[in-house]
């Protein structure tokens, strides 16, 4: 059987340079799915739709492959953020979180091409913010770094110094969770150059 290729469903540089620190080769194949945050759904069922949906646009563009797509969001008191919309909006969701406690939840999906097995699972990582003074808040916009963040937030950037503490997977909380994805891939390859 010819060796197969691994994808990433994502152009995320977050999810890039994530995937490569655990030493695969892979391509990049952005999914062309819309990411709403819709009606009162559950988290955990959101992401791991999301997830499911980004793999399975890719699975239409590619065969002999091995698909990883992840999606996260920021969950605070049932409160579902996901990418703020503007500046206005970043500076709301971060005077949230602000001081207060939330979870990162991605769904992780791997698909495998031609045959569509997949393989679905989720990650939480709960984090404790600091109280961010709302001078605070507006210097870190004018950074233009929470713009494309879950959360309004990069924890592994300018972010992190409002984190007091992490519970939990700190790559789940960067955007791709590196352990399970590896537990993970260990059922469709043993070959790191899948």
Do not use: W
Not at 15 to 43: A, Q, T
Not at 70 to 89: L, R, Y
């Amino acid at each position: 059987m010819p060796k197969k290729r691994l994808i990433l469903a994502s152009n995320s540089p977050r999810r890039i340079v994530l995937l490569k620190s655990l030493g695969y080769h892979f391509d990049v194949v952005p999914h062309d799915i819309e990411e709403c945050i819709y009606g009162d759904i559950l988290p955990m069922k959101l992401v791991r739709n999301l997830a499911l949906l980004k793999a399975s646009d890719v699975a239409r563009k590619v065969d002999n492959a091995v698909i990883i797509s992840a999606d996260t969001v920021v969950v605070h008191e049932k409160t579902i953020f996901g990418k703020p919309k503007d500046v206005s909006d970043a500076k709301r969701i971060l005077s949230i979180l602000s001081d207060s406690k939330h979870d990162i939840i991605s769904g992780v999906c791997v698909m495998e091409m031609p045959s569509r097995k997949k393989m679905l699972r989720i990650e939480r990582t709960h984090i404790k913010m600091r109280h961010i003074k709302d001078e605070e808040i507006e210097k870190y916009i004018l950074t233009g770094e929470p713009m494309d963040k879950a959360g309004a937030y990069a924890i592994q950037g300018e972010g992190r110094k409002f984190i007091e503490k992490i519970d939990g997977s700190y790559s789940n909380a960067v955007g791709l969770p590196l352990e399970l994805l590896k537990e993970m891939l260990d059922h469709f390859t043993s070959d790191k150059n899948a």
